[in-house]
């Protein structure tokens, strides 16, 4: 974001146009690639929700809802799953995002 910011008020004696075209294409293509990660880090936040339940060991009681509202044994554990996002990857979002605006 830094080398962006460079490139976008040096001036043209410390770097030539030329090579702050490039350099720009260069950052707007990678910025577009870093956009992946965001998107692989929500679809597994999506994947890796799960909520399930663990059956008592004896074998005879099923763990099903059914058979929960019919009376059965409770099941030994209610196990739930949920990936959290952290402050981390909203500022990664956003400095990604921030460096294809400018």
Known sequence: LSLTLFCLWAPPRVLPERRRNA?????????????ID???????MA???????????DGTANATAAAHAAGAAP??????VEVMPTGGITL????????LVL
């Open 92 to 99: 990664f979002t956003l400095g990604v995002v921030l460096s």
């Open 75 to 80: 099941p030994v554990a209610s196990v739930s």
């Open 23 to 35: 350099m720009l294409g260069v950052f707007e293509a990678m910025g577009k690639w870093s956009l």
């Open 47 to 57: 994947a890796m929700k799960m909520d399930f339940d663990i059956p008592p060991a």
């Open 38 to 44: 965001s998107l692989m880090i929500f679809i597994l």
